[in-house]
């Protein structure tokens, strides 16, 4: 079964389970990746392929970040602790993140591979390994690694 099918097989058991805060979350993204069905110019009742869902997921996670990070700024607490509790949940549907640590030897061995040595080569060189590591690896996190290593 598909992220969106399970997805939406997950909300009938946030109702009977009366968990208020994933049902929430449930039902946003289930609407966000019906959104993007029918922005792909698909059928509503079609599913996404998992890469999709995983994309939508992703973004839907940035926006809580972004919140979380506002309403803290804005000493705001009552309003960051429900999108933290969305954040966890949507990131337990989302494929597990390579560590910091993983992430600079895989750099490391690119970098030796590729010969890049200078600053000036960062851009390109962050490129590639964002290519290589789609899905694994949060691309700030890449690039902060990057600017440590060209540094």
Do not use: C
């Amino acid at each position: 079964m598909s992220i969106h099918e399970t997805l939406k097989h997950s909300i009938p058991e946030a109702l009977r389970a009366r968990d208020e805060v994933r049902l929430r979350t449930l039902r946003s993204l289930v609407t966000a990746m019906t959104n993007e069905v029918v922005a792909k110019k698909r059928k509503p009742d079609e599913f996404l392929t998992d890469e999709e869902a995983v994309a939508v997921i992703k973004r839907s996670a940035n926006q809580r970040k972004d919140s979380i990070e506002q309403f803290e700024k804005a000493a705001r607490t009552d309003l960051a602790e429900p999108e933290k509790a969305e954040l966890a949940i949507l990131e337990s549907y989302l494929p597990a993140q390579m560590s910091r640590e993983d992430i600079v030897a895989f750099a490391r061995a690119k970098m030796a591979e590729l010969g890049v040595s200078s600053k000036t080569e960062a851009g390109k060189f962050t490129g590639n390994l964002m290519k290589e590591l789609r899905g694994k690896a949060d691309g700030a996190e890449v690039k902060a690694v990057v600017d440590d290593l060209l540094s």
